[in-house]
């Protein structure tokens, strides 16, 4: 079993910047790929971003590609998102989410979900 705690959302005006931390416990953080999902208000979740057990590979939604760095420091058991330039098209809550083997895109191949963190962007 593997528990994750996001934190580090928020209020922020579009243009600025916020820095998610996904923390986990219970088994061996490196041994999973991670990922962020968002879902805003009367959308379905979505993929964000992916990294690999070891943080070389790593991987971006178009929509975020370029502004948001996704990346993991194995000895802290901890996952980051760092998000810059954000739009009011970014506001959702953001989950963090985990997996034995390769990251992917879809959802429904994670076992394991924080309870999420909210993150707005005002216009």
């Known amino acids: 079993q593997v528990q994750l705690v996001e934190s580090g959302g928020g209020l922020v005006q579009a243009g600025g910047s916020l820095r998610l931390s996904c923390a986990a416990s219970?088994?061996?953080?490196?041994?999973?790929?991670m990922t962020w999902f968002r879902q805003a208000p009367g959308k379905e979740r979505e993929f964000v971003a992916a990294i690999n057990w070891s943080g070389y590979s790593t991987y971006y939604a178009d929509s975020v590609k370029g502004r948001f760095t996704i990346s993991r420091d194995n000895a802290k058991n901890t996952m980051y998102l760092q998000m810059n330039s954000l739009k009011p098209d970014d506001t959702a809550v953001y989950y963090c989410a985990a997996k034995i083997g390769l990251a992917g895109v879809k959802e429904a191949r994670y076992d394991y979900w924080g309870q999420g963190t909210q993150v707005t962007v005002s216009s």
């Open positions: 219970g088994r061996t953080f490196s041994n999973y790929a």
